[in-house]
């Protein structure tokens, strides 16, 4: 099983990304999908998550300004980010969870965002 993840680029300050992860197999493989960051010296957090239902949650830094959907029938999930700032920057990852574990992890995709 592999997650693709792609999207990642270079945008100011306010501007917008959005993250694509295209999972091998089908979505419905993981109780849960989502994003996770890693920021230059920092731990890697969650960002946002989606049940197979459609269910999501939201890191409080992101809450309002990041959206994360997926498509069933493509087996892509995607995380619409707005109001980009300066810390969002940072390598993103797409990461699936059985049984309450993220075991399953794409590359990483580098965000920047300028000042």
């Known amino acids: 099983v592999q997650l693709q993840a792609s999207g990642g680029g270079t945008a100011q300050a306010g501007g917008s990304l959005r993250l694509s992860c295209e999972v091998s197999?089908?979505?419905?493989?993981?109780?849960?999908t989502g994003w996770h960051r890693q920021a230059l010296g920092k731990e890697r957090e969650l960002v946002a998550d989606?049940?197979?239902?459609?269910?999501?949650n939201y890191a409080d830094p992101v809450k309002g300004r990041f959206t994360i959907s997926r498509d069933n029938a493509k087996n892509m999930v995607y995380l619409q980010m707005n109001s980009l700032k300066p810390e969002d920057t940072a390598v993103y990852y797409c990461?699936?969870?059985?049984?309450?574990?993220?075991?399953?992890w794409g590359q990483g995709t580098l965000v920047t965002v300028s000042s």
């Open positions: 990461a699936g969870n059985n049984a309450g574990s993220w075991s399953y």
């Open positions: 197999g089908s979505l419905y493989m993981y109780s849960l």
């Open positions: 989606i049940t197979s239902g459609g269910d999501t």
